[in-house]
Nanobody, 129 residues
Framework: QLQLVESGGASVQPGGSLTLSCAAS????????VGWFRQAPGKEREGVAG????????FVSDAVKGRFAISQDNAKNTVYLQMNSLKPEDTAMYYC??????????????????????WGQGTQVTVSS
């Protein structure tokens, strides 16, 4: 079993930055596909970015490419989402999720996390002036 806990969500002004953290505990010795997903009220969940923890392969969605970046710290079993130049349309609940290998980081992000087995509780990001 894998447990995921997100943190770092906050209210920020447009143009601001935030770093979200996804801390994993439990069976962390294996490689996983770990993704960040978001869901705004009334909208479908969408994938933002993902990483394969074994070889650090990453994928970032076109919607946030150039503004968001995903990274990992294996020593801390934590995956980060660095978000810059935030826009009001980035407002959403952000979740991290993980799936066992073999998995596809790209497919996981594009599908919005369909089939991912482990989910955190989410952290709210609000971008407004």
């Amino acid at each position: 079993q894998l447990q995921l806990v997100e943190s770092g969500g906050a209210s920020v002004q447009p143009g601001g930055s935030l770093t979200l953290s996804c801390a994993a505990s439990g069976y962390t010795s294996s490689a996983y596909c770990v993704g960040w997903f978001r869901q705004a009220p009334g909208k479908e969940r969408e994938g933002v970015a993902g990483v394969l923890t074994g070889d650090r392969t990453t994928f970032v969605s076109d919607a946030v490419k150039g503004r968001f970046a995903i990274s990992q710290d294996n020593a801390k079993n934590t995956v980060y989402l660095q978000m810059n130049s935030l826009k009001p349309e980035d407002t959403a609940m952000y979740y991290c999720a993980a799936d066992h290998t073999p998995c596809s980081v790209l497919r996981g992000v594009i599908s919005g996390g369909d089939g991912y087995n482990y989910w955190g509780q989410g952290t709210q990001v609000t971008v407004s002036s």
